[in-house]
């Protein structure tokens, strides 16, 4: 098992140096100089030089990766340049706010969809699987930042029954901090849930199919009880991986939702160190995105045995 | 809504909006527009901006300039505390201003005093407990102006302790009005009132004389969506929003209970001109052009009516904005045309360059598209990012470039936006020996009725050559909740919270 | 129930494709038009759809927002279909080294979210007009090799790929030959899904202020404006939100088509 | 319970599609306690689908539209859902074809096997598992307690039909409905399964609705038979009086339909050796549980010697997995002999240990079991068939879809069929184009893998006689694969027996169906009952003739290691025991060894 969990780690290895090299000389291929920036409508040759030597960029780039490299094998990201402050505690704390709002979103997707895909498949063609599938299908066609402004502006704006201003942290006031993270947990799941579901209707289908389902009811199972024992583990097999790269994917990609619901995330800060050419942040970021997504989809992996045996064997 | 919104808020902090995290905590070294209008409140210099944006004393009590006007001495106000509660001597004066002309230090204005650009401080050195004398390298006219400049920190005086024994920036040990408690990045940064702070006897006046923190927590809240925190205004959420978008002016006129507050501001916004390029290289295609612009009209429908149209690069909050009889820049289609005419502009496009971060600049960039058609100019629009358009900015790579220039206290600092030597740096539109002279001329003397006259004859020069295309001068737009008093806007757009209060409901 | 997912998907999106097609031919107003007296006009007979803050018209901006984003979606959809099934197919079906480096170098591309890629590479290419194609071409490959590569393992499992090879047909021959017609079948099912993706994304990177410079209208663009003026006039979100939505649930329902309809297909191969 | 009185009963059961084709019709049997009552009948039947019914389990699209089911006197048809599931699992149970699909691969097999039990009886979980360990332990199941709290995932198909029979007997049914339930095991593990079943039943009490279509089977094991075609019942009664002394001429063609021995004695007549396979090895990387974990290797073949003389027709028989496949693909270079040489008449030669493959392909052909999937899903068949031509070097397009059609035609496939694709043909004519395609090259060998298996009995017929038309048509070679001892038997010139990758006996046909002597031999002849003819419609079922058989002096047989370490030296050597017939032998007295005794089975090979 660990010794398994190792040798998956080695073999990403590769996938995580190859996506950072990647990024490290494309972020360095887009026009702008952060010096410029930082100086802003300022046009002062010396003082560039000067805040590009303090930033290291005035040497060659492979030197620069290397050292990087070196950096952050050592647990340092460095400072960014823009919010002049270490990008680990940036990453740290705008990660916290992401996986607060995706966990549970892919949480609630996940409670929510498998009961209600397990049920629309197992009701094949009746009018309540079309409109289970419809409902779903319709929640994916819709774009999350609409539904996010939406959301926003019904409950917030106008009902006035949820804070629209980006956020409070749960670790500081709970209770405030749940309130702030409603709205954009909801507007996520609402989307994930639409993509869920289909999975599971789908799997579920292909179980129901099979000999040893019809054998559980030929041993005299309730129907429930067919479900549930003998289809859902089965059917939690491909889901739960599926899940896994939902929440991998997600760990990085919020930045709608976060913009439109102005969260402090990853996504957000990525992007705007895009803008801002930080390049430490950028390179930050990448690092925990990747790193998210391959653990993700690690843990899933191993702990996918435990929900779904079957996968062990295939 | 509003009265439940005031009792369950009276009890709280008074809470402020900022666009964006502040870049650092280090006057005049990594900062931007929001850094400084946090750090403002936070650090004081000798002198400071008056209502006028001329510069007025601040920590310093009088001021003696020798007649040759190369020695500046001045006398500390006594009893004042640094935020540690040691006490304002010239020794921290000496540091601090040591620490800026130290290179290492990374000062954004040290080319203003190293010499780079003519002017240098010979020596800071301390006469005694209180006295302080500057010595220059030449006179300088523009010296005061330029050490309360806010985008250099305003030369803010710090205490030692501010950074560590590398010299690395710890945090503001300083002498304003309020003092950091924390800051939260990305989220908010918290301040409280300095109880040891010794105000100035007379009336509050720009950002020196009496600066009363009236309200004990002041806190701003970091929201980058417009709509959220437009949202945040509307529930009461936070009593105060500065530099309001024009295109939310809007929204806010729904919102009750709440009052925008504005004033003309600094700075201009307006397209800079590639002369190099050769179909702009004739000088009756960019007349044409700048003919063919309704600024009153743009500046309206850019601003939300909050802002007139000014052809000049000087705003008209400035002293020295051009008198209306030499003003200029009405529209004349048919003469543009005419010049286009004779020109034989055969309809080839010409690149306008803008960019989505200023909606300002990206929208003025839309409408002289517009305006251009009716005259048959064929303007193409290209979306840079702002990064990317300032690169072009620098390297002069463009043909024409939607602009703005943040506040500048002298004239002689706007015009040397676009005038220079291009050889030197290629951002420079503008490279008339004439108009150099003058703007040399211009930073030799201190004698008002001279400047105003060089700075006409330079803005006369401007509309012939067209370097430089002006538009407007924006509006420093704050919304403000009903229950604030005492807040005012001013021509440096910098928002000042001291002064500010929340009237209880019992005191209406 | 297959049929019907077909046939609603298919006529939405030929609804679409004809509102693209007529805003790429003409639109009642010029939809770059800025016209200061109609700023924010309501929906009347003239304006159906209202006026922006621009006074432009709103219903020609989201025609010609439907030829620009199909545009972008289709570009993007052929580009990242062509190329990763080419990609996907060779590295398949040739393996060895080849394949290793193509996995290894997908994998490293999986790794980013699909828009997060997409904004790295539109900033990367910032101005150029085709950015947004570009970059979310780029992003999406990776999709598109993955699914074809498993299919094209899964068809050299095949006994006519053995039966092929005991012909003594060249690699080449039954690559050609027996493994590229079989998945077609894929390919299509994935390529209908890329342009949900891409058409998604493009409105995504607009709405962050990173798609296809104005003044031409896009649909991500016109909700991403819309936004100040939410109170004034909402149907400056409602119309290209709805727009969006409704071309997606057109691509959703035939992709759901076309994979009930080639799935049985798809499981012989 | 009145003795005598049927246990339960079938009264004229009709079921019918939703369109409201009649699947099963107006039938009617009846099935005493303890009895073992057989459907037998081609496919499509309607054989499950009885089942099914009796379970009231009927795939949705199929009801129940008339008749009555009764069990103890009560009727089925009527009883509501709650109460039958007390009957299902209780008084009825079922086993189902496909032992890998019908244990849930996420459950334990113990939490299985007492599911049924707990439901119906109400024990506690601790009686539960002892009595299921008992049960474990009836079925001969090795290590019952780790079988229990294992899951399914890495059990043989043969394994889990145990357990799928202890599970379901565990509860004592009334009635036991089996549909195929030893169809897809090996020979020797389908016997033991019956004998375990019927032993047990007999215990019990209960009676068995056994469903198959092996004849031979049924007519060991069932007492009585009802015979079905379309869903109608033709003949029912005694089982062996139905399928021995058939009254009626269903049941007589099915039998016919049965593979028998060409009384004209098999290949005898020595010819040259087409190919001469010596000592070859092929190994296969299994699959590494980890990158850190090091490269391992099974022997598929171990060290098979044998030759394939021109124009005869040399079958391979034995379990599954005992690499029959694997040494038919050596042939079509498909895989490469890790060891050991293959020897081709006209000098081709390849051979293992990395020397590389052939130059120049002899014409060496392929017919595979799934015919389907051996056909280009995106081809027509026509153009499936021409394409071997392409390689045989003919240019001319249009020359080769003329010999693809005039090929087809051969095979029996009509013009208007040339252009369907597979999908639109059936098992049978998939076949057929397989066929056609495998000799339309002209090849000189064609290697057949179980080409007959997937087939229904009756198409079966069809291909077996069009295999043997061609063969005397183009005089050619066939290698023929098969665990189907019957269609062997009517086909082969010479039999080779291979078990666990060694070659144990070969020989002719005869010698090896009548005489075998290799103890792996004998068990899988005495496994598989085979329906003889010995008279026009009068059959016997067939067994073995003489009973012993003793190894050749101063050797003992050789049953070959299931597991044998790498590289092991094979002490074991085939020895002559009759005239061109060779078994596997351990010399007792170290004799000349292996190369000796090789040497004197090639000097008689060689022309
Ligand atoms: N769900 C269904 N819908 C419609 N027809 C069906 C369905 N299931 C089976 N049939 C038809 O019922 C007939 C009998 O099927 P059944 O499986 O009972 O035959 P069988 O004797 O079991 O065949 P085999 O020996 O191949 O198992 C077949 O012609 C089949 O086409
Ligand atoms: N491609 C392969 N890779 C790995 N192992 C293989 C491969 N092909 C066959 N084997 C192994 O070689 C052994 C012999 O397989 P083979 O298919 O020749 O047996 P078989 O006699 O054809 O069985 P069956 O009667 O089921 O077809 C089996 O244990 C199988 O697991
Ligand atoms: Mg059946
Ligand atoms: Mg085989």
């Known amino acids: 098992m660990m010794k398994y969990a190792a040798s998956r780690m080695l073999l990403a290895l590769p996938t995580i140096l190859i996506s950072l090299f990647m990024i490290f000389f494309m972020i360095r291929l887009i026009p702008g100089d952060p010096a410029q920036i930082i100086l802003g409508d300022v046009d002062d040759a010396g003082a560039l030089q000067r805040i590009r030597a303090e930033l290291g960029l005035d040497k060659p780039l492979i030197v620069q990766f290397l050292l990087w490299l070196r950096a952050i094998s050592g647990g340092d990201f460095g400072r960014s340049i823009a919010l002049d402050s270490p990008v680990g505690d940036l990453l740290f704390s705008s990660f916290s706010v992401t996986a607060l709002l995706v966990i549970p979103a892919v949480a609630i997707a996940g409670l929510l969809s498998v009961p209600a895909g397990m049920f629309s498949a197992w009701r094949q063609n009746t009018h ?49 901090g749940i309130r702030y993270l409603i709205m954009p947990v909801m507007t996520l799941a609402l989307v994930e849930t639409g993509v869920f579901v289909r999975l599971v209707r789908s799997s579920t289908i292909e179980v129901k199919g099979l000999e040893y389902i019809t054998h559980a009811r030929a041993k005299g199972l309730p129907e429930l009880l067919v479900a549930r024992r003998h289809a859902f583990p089965n059917v939690m097999g491909p889901t739960w991986t599926m899940m896994g790269l939902a929440l991998g994917g997600l760990l990085g990609g919020a930045v709608v939702i976060e913009t439109v619901f102005s969260l402090p995330g990853l996504g957000r800060l990525m992007v705007e160190a895009v803008f801002a050419r930080d390049y430490p942040v950028i390179q930050g970021c990448m690092v925990v995105i990747v790193m998210s997504y391959v653990f993700m989809n690690l843990v899933f992996e191993l702990t996918a045995p435990i929900i779904c045996p079957a996968v062990r064997y295939s | 809504r509003g009265g439940d919104t005031v009792d369950s808020s009276s009890n709280r902090n008074f809470l402020v909006t900022l666009s964006s995290d502040i870049r650092s905590t280090n006057p005049g070294v990594n900062r931007d527009a929001n850094t400084d209008t946090v750090m403002m409140h936070i650090v004081e210099g000798l002198v400071a901006y008056r209502e006028d944006g001329t510069p007025g004393l601040l920590l310093a009590e009088s001021m003696e300039v020798s007649d040759d006007g190369l020695a500046y001495l001045f006398k500390l106000r006594d009893g004042l505390k640094f935020h540690n509660g040691a006490p304002v001597t010239s020794a921290e004066v000496v540091w601090s201003w040591r620490r800026y002309l130290d290179p290492a230090t990374g000062w954004t204005c040290l080319s203003d005093f190293d010499g780079t650009n003519g002017n240098r401080i010979e020596e ?56 950091l408690v924390e800051w939260k990045r990305g989220d908010f940064i918290h301040l409280e009132a300095f109880p040891g702070y010794v105000p100035r006897m007379e009336p509050r006046n720009g950002n020196t004389g009496a600066k009363r923190a009236l309200e004990k927590h002041l806190t701003f809240l970091v929201i980058r969506d417009a709509a959220s925190r437009l949202a945040a205004l509307d529930k009461g959420q936070v009593d105060i929003m500065p530099e309001v978008p024009a295109a939310e002016i809007r929204q806010i006129g729904h919102i009750k209970r709440v009052r925008l507050v504005s004033a003309p501001m600094l700075g201009s916004y307006g397209i800079l001109v590639q002369n190099q390029d050769p179909l702009l290289a004739d000088g ?12 009153d009209a743009l500046a309206n429908i850019v601003n939300e009516g909050t802002a007139v149209g000014n052809p ?76 990317a358009q300032m690169d072009r900015w620098r390297a002069g790579k463009f043909q024409l470039l939607s602009f703005g220039f943040s506040a500048r206290a002298d004239a002689a600092a706007s015009y040397s936006f676009i005038l220079g030597n291009r050889a030197r740096s290629p951002s420079k539109v503008w490279d008339n020996p004439k108009a150099l002279a003058l703007l040399e001329q211009s930073l030799r003397t201190g004698d008002e009725e001279r400047r105003h006259e060089l700075f006409n004859q330079l803005h006369l020069l401007m509309l012939k050559d067209v370097p430089y295309i002006g538009l407007f001068s924006p509006a420093d737009i704050n919304a403000v909740r009903e229950d604030v008093d005492g807040f005012e806007s001013w021509m440096f757009g910098r928002a000042r919270y001291w002064g500010v209060h929340r009237v209880r409901e019992g005191a209406r | 129930m297959k049929k019907t997912n077909l046939v609603v998907g298919g006529s939405i999106i030929v609804i679409v494709f004809a509102a693209a097609l007529i805003g790429a031919i003409g639109t009642p107003y010029d939809p770059t038009q800025i016209d200061a007296a109609d700023r924010l006009a309501p929906p009347s007979w003239s304006h159906w759809f209202g006026c922006d803050e621009w006074g432009r018209d709103v219903f020609s901006r989201t025609l010609s927002g439907a030829a620009i984003t199909v545009a972008i979606a289709g570009l993007t959809t052929l580009l990242a279909t062509g190329a990763g099934t080419i990609v996907g197919v060779s590295a398949g079906f040739l393996g060895g080294w080849l394949d290793k480096a193509v996995v290894a170098v997908m994998d490293a591309l999986l790794a980013f979210p699909a828009l997060v890629l997409a904004i790295a590479m539109t900033t990367l290419l910032s101005g150029a007009s085709l950015a947004p194609v570009i970059a979310l071409s780029v992003a999406y490959v990776p999709y598109v090799v993955r699914v074809v590569r498993t299919g094209v393992l899964t068809i050299r499992q095949a006994d006519y790929i053995t039966a092929s090879s005991i012909m003594g047909n060249s690699a080449a021959y039954t690559l050609a030959r027996h493994v590229a017609p079989n998945v077609v079948g894929l390919v299509t099912v994935i390529s209908t899904a ?76 | 319970m009145a ?67 009764a069990l103890r006197g009560e009727s089925l048809t009527a009883t509501p859902p709650r109460e039958l599931r007390k009957i299902r699992g209780g008084s009825i149970a079922a086993v189902f074809q496909d032992p890998m699909a019908s244990l849930n691969p996420s459950l334990k097999v113990g ?37 229990f709290d294992d899951y399914p995932g890495k059990f043989s198909g043969g394994m889990r039909q145990r357990f799928m029979l202890a599970s379901v007997l565990l509860t004592h049914p009334a009635v036991l409905i089996a549909d195929e339930p030893t169809t897809a095991l090996d020979a020797i593990v389908r016997r033991e399964i019956m004998e375990q079943a019927v032993e047990l039943t007999r215990e019990v009490g209960t009676a068995i609705l056994l469903v198959s279509h092996d004849l031979g089977m049924v007519a060991q094991y069932a007492e009585r038979s009802v015979v079905l075609k379309g ?169 080769r879809l003329r010999r693809a059609k005039d090929m087809l035609a051969e095979v029996g496939l009509g013009d208007d069929m040339h252009d369907c694709y597979p999908h639109q043909l059936s098992g049978g004519q998939r076949q057929r184009v397989g066929i056609a395609r495998a000799i339309v090259g002209g090849g000189d060998l064609i290697v057949a893998d179980e080409p007959v298996s997937a087939l229904d009995v009756s198409i079966q017929r069809q291909i077996l006689d069009l295999l043997k038309q061609l063969h005397s048509a183009y005089g050619l070679t066939y290698l023929f694969i098969s665990h189907d001892l019957d269609v062997v038997e009517e086909l082969a010139d010479r039999v080779m027996v291979m078990q666990r990758g060694c070659l144990v006996e070969i020989g002719s046909r005869d010698a090896v169906f009548d005489d075998p002597r290799h103890p792996y031999t004998r068990a899988l002849l005495e496994a598989t009952p085979r329906i003889r003819r010995v008279a026009p419609s009068r059959y016997a079922l067939a067994s073995l003739t003489n009973r012993h058989a003793d190894p050749p002096s101063g050797h003992r047989f050789d049953v070959p290691a299931a597991e044998p370490p790498e590289h092991a030296v094979e002490r074991a050597c085939m020895v002559e025991v009759a005239d061109d017939h060779f078994v596997r032998c351990i010399p007792s007295v170290e004799c000349g060894g292996t190369a000796g005794s090789r040497e004197e089975a090639d000097s008689e090979d060689l022309p």
Request: proline letters at 6%; one cysteine or more; glycine letters at 10%.
């Open chain 2, 312 to 387: 000049s690069i000087v705003a008209d909050a400035s002293v020295f904005h051009p008198p209306a009889s030499i003003l200029g820049g009405k529209p004349d289609l048919e003469r543009s045309r005419a010049l286009l005419r004779e020109a034989g502009y055969d309809g080839s496009p010409i690149v306008l360059s803008t960019n989505r971060r200023y909606p300002a600049m990206f929208n003025q960039a839309l409408l002289v598209q517009a305006m251009c058609r009716q005259v048959g100019l064929n303007i193409r629009i290209e979306v840079l990012e702002w990064a």
């Open chain 1, 128 to 176: 309540t699987d079309a409109a289970v599938v419809t409902a779903a299908t319709a929640f994916l066609s819709i774009p999350s930042f609409w539904l996010g402004l939406i959301v926003m502006l019904v409950f917030g704006v106008k009902l006035d029954l949820l804070p629209v201003v980006g956020y409070v942290s749960p670790f500081d006031d709970f209770g405030e």
């Open chain 4, 231 to 399: 869903g109608r019942v033709m003949d029912q009664g005694d089982a062996r009086q139905v399928l021995l002394q058939p009254r009626v001429d269903y049941t007589r063609t099915l039998l016919d339909a049965f593979p028998e021995r060409a009384l004209a004695g098999g290949g005898s007549t020595r010819r040259s050796p087409l190919v001469r396979v010596r000592n070859i090895d092929v190994a296969f990387r299994k699959s590494r549980k980890s990158i850190l974990s090091r490269k391992e290797y099974v022997r598929a073949v171990r060290d098979v010697s044998f030759d394939i003389r021109s124009g005869e027709i040399l079958a391979v028989v034995g379990e599954s997995g005992s690499g029959k496949s694997t040494v038919g693909k050596a042939l079509v270079d498909l895989y490469k002999p890790s060891r050991g040489e293959i020897l081709f008449a006209n000098g081709i030669e390849r051979s293992g240990g990395g020397k590389g493959g052939a130059r120049t392909r002899p014409q060496v052909q392929m017919i595979f079991q799934d015919a389907g999937g051996s056909l280009d899903p995106r081809m027509t068949i026509k153009q499936a068939v021409a394409e071997p031509l392409r390689a045989g070097g003919i240019a001319a397009a249009a020359e």
């Open chain 4, 3 to 69: 003795p005598g009185s049927p246990i339960l009963r079938v009264d004229r059961l009709q079921v019918s599609t939703l369109a409201g084709r009649r699947i099963v019709d107006d039938v009617s049997f009846d099935m005493l306690s303890g009895e073992i009552v057989a459907l037998v009948g081609e496919s499509g039947s309607g054989k499950t689908t009885i089942g099914r019914a009796i379970l009231r389990l009927l795939p949705n699209g199929l009801a129940c539209t008339g008749g009555d089911i």
């Open chain 2, 124 to 179: 800071v050195r301390a006469v005694d407990r209180l006295k302080v004398l500057f010595r220059l390298n030449r006179p300088q006219p523009l010296f005061l102006s330029q050490m309360a400049a806010i985008n250099c920190g305003a030369g803010a005086i710090l205490h030692p302790s501010s950074v560590d024994a590398q010299g690395h920036w710890r945090t503001p040990v300083a002498t304003g009005p309020y003092r």
């Open chain 2, 284 to 295: 009756r295609i960019r007349e044409a052009i700048a003919l063919a612009i309704d600024r």
């Open chain 3, 194 to 269: 890329i342009f949900g993706w891409a058409l998604l994304a493009e409105s995504a990177l607009s709405f962050l202020g990173l798609g296809l410079p104005p003044p031409a209208a896009s649909w991500g663009g016109m909700l991403s404006d819309s936004r100040n003026y939410f109170a004034d006039a909402p149907w400056l979100a409602v119309v290209p939100g709805l727009a969006i939505s409704f071309s997606l649930l057109g691509v959703n329902l035939l992709g759901d088509g076309c994979r009930d309809l080639l799935d049985p297909r798809m499981e012989r191969a």
């Open chain 4, 111 to 147: 939490r299985q096997m007492m599911e049924a039990l707990r439901l119906h009886e109400d024990v506690d979980a601790h009686e539960a598992r002892l009595r299921c360990l008992a049960m474990l332990e009836r079925v001969r199941i090795e290590n019952p307690q780790r079988c």
